[in-house]
């Protein structure tokens, strides 16, 4: 675990250094969980959400994009529930002053319980050898047994307290249980309380009679209240979804890990509108479908879990997580919701307007059900760069760090380099990069050893570097080195769109998603 914290640490100093993200107003010292991306991290921000974005509008031709504004009318959060419900419950520990979410202090002390059955088991195996049974193990040893049968008695206490919204038990568990605060090791909490997330602001002067209006905390509300314009003039029938991507703002309260929890963030969501009965049908498709669009990526298809949702929301009736193994653990990326009429049904109550389908094929008029798929730009761009971050040690006895990126995704697909200042090495160099950067994002560099260039362009996650020297002059070829496994070939300069473009096209994840 410290190692991977330790890991973790570089990633975050590295995303700093190398222009992938900075501290929000950091010459003011920054702004807590709020974060600015930089020249390489906009890129790969945007190429993820150009990746989201046609594998939802491109690859299905029943969904289309809205662009909604992030202030809504405030009666729209009455409506969707936000204003009421939308509290963690907190807790402070009186001695570190610190503050914490009740459900996370639980939740962690779970997955404590996890990793002892965990250990054990590894222990066992390496005990056993090849014979070993996990499965026999885990059922039989009793001292797995004694951590399981804990396990579970915590898990149903806690799922029963928050399915009741008992606030008073949820502090009973970290009492019984002794969960101590991390900073001050103690005991010492306060209770449990709710606090509402959103942040609020006035619109127009108070002259006027100032609205408290909301910055959004989701996008999806955007797409609901449009759901009756998008279905009319784009003539959709049902079932059919409307994407988005946006930004979204969360008052949170614990503040930690990086750019997984920001009280400012980026959501893409897609609200699927379904005949009612059809829901969990949808529900299974679109489960399916966006595994697929992560597990494309070629991270690793094991970094990838479902976890279903222990209490679903009151309008819920099914909800899973896609969980990605970050530095700190297995943690949600994205949410798959199927949410009933719910946010229909309610706008149609608090506005007074009739938000119904008419289904030809049934001759009825309904509420449509929702299906919905909510994912986090800056989790994802967490997942992708924790997944790609790697430290090598090479043949030579020198090391590099390396960012592995998905070459679809890298911020840069190609750096240009002349192997020296001069005999016309830049012209030439400049005149290749001319031709390429109308397809490819190109990066040129002529500072330096060869050597030292590479190892800049291997920690953005550069896929290809190609270097020109004098022989390029007479014979039109070029150096090509390739990110991963730093080999080098000698190609053709006519050759250099072809084999870039093979690369790094995003055809070839699509057809990963819809085979
Ligand atoms: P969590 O339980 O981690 O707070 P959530 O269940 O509240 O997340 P959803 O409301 O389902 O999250 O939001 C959908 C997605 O938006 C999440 O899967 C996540 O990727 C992203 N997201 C939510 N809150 C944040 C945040 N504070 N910072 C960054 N991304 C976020």
């Not at 930089?38 to 959400?49: D, P």
């Not at 990126?405 to 990069?433: F, S, T, W």
Request: charged share 30%.
């Amino acid at each position: 675990m410290a190692q991977q914290e330790d890991v973790f640490k570089k990633l975050v100093a590295h995303c700093k250094e190398y222009g992938f993200v900075f501290p929000s107003s950091e010459i003011y010292d920054g702004l807590g969980a709020v974060y600015d991306y930089g020249q390489n991290g906009v890129e790969l921000k945007n190429n993820i959400k150009r990746y989201w974005w046609d594998s939802m509008v491109l690859l299905h031709e029943n969904v289309v994009g809205i662009d909604a504004a992030i202030f809504m009318h405030p009666t729209t959060w009455k409506a969707s529930g936000h204003v009421d419900a939308f509290n963690d419950p907190l807790i402070d520990n009186k001695d570190s002053k610190k503050r914490y979410r009740a459900d996370v202090l639980i939740e962690d002390l779970l997955a404590k319980y996890d990793d002892k059955i965990e250990k054990e088991v590894e222990k066992a195996a390496k005990r056993f050898g090849e014979s070993f049974d996990a499965a026999l193990y885990r059922q039989t040893n009793p001292r797995v047994q004694e951590h399981q049968a804990k396990r579970d008695e915590i898990h149903a206490r806690f799922v029963k307290a928050l399915n009741d919204s008992d606030l008073a038990e949820l502090k009973q568990i970290i009492v019984d249980y002794e969960v101590v605060c991390p900073i001050s090791g103690t005991k010492n909490w306060t209770d449990v309380r709710q606090f509402n997330l959103m942040f609020s602001t006035e619109m127009g002067s108070t002259a006027d009679g100032a609205m408290k209006i909301y910055l959004r905390p989701e996008t999806a509300q955007g797409i609901f209240v449009n759901y009756l314009n998008v279905q009319k003039t784009g003539r959709m029938k049902i079932p059919f979804g409307i994407a988005q991507i946006g930004k979204a703002f969360r008052n949170e309260i614990v503040a930690r890990q990086f750019i997984f929890r920001m009280r400012e963030f980026e959501q893409m969501e897609m609200q699927f509108f379904v005949r009612p009965g059809t829901e969990m049908e949808w529900f299974k498709k679109w489960k399916e479908t966006r595994l697929k669009w992560h597990k494309a990526l070629g991270l690793g298809d094991h970094k990838y879990r479902f976890h279903d949702h222990d209490k679903l929301a009151h309008y819920a009736n099914a909800a899973t997580d896609i969980e990605f193994e970050m530095p700190f653990g297995f943690k949600e990326v994205e949410g798959i919701h199927s949410r009933t009429d719910f946010d229909l049904s309610s706008h149609e109550k608090y506005s007074g307007k009739s938000i119904k389908y008419f289904d030809p094929e049934l001759n009825e008029s309904y509420t449509p059900y929702v299906i919905e798929t909510s994912i986090g730009v800056d989790r994802t761009f967490l997942s992708i760069m924790a997944a790609s971050y790697t430290e090598e040690q090479l043949e030579n006895g020198e090391s590099r760090v390396v960012l592995k990126l998905p070459a679809v995704l890298a911020p840069i697909k190609l750096a240009v380099m002349p192997l020296v200042k001069k005999d016309g090495l830049p012209e030439k160099a400049r005149e290749i990069m001319n031709s390429l950067k109308f397809d490819f994002k190109c990066q040129y560099d002529e500072k330096d050893s060869i050597g030292k260039r590479y190892r800049r362009q291997d920690a953005i996650g550069t896929p290809f570097c190609v270097t020109v020297d004098h022989d390029s002059l007479t014979d039109n070829t070029v150096t090509i080195r390739y990110r991963d496994t730093m080999q080098q070939e000698r190609v053709p300069v006519e050759k250099l769109h072809e084999i870039i473009g093979q690369k790094v096209s995003m055809k070839e994840l699509f057809k990963k998603i819809v085979e």
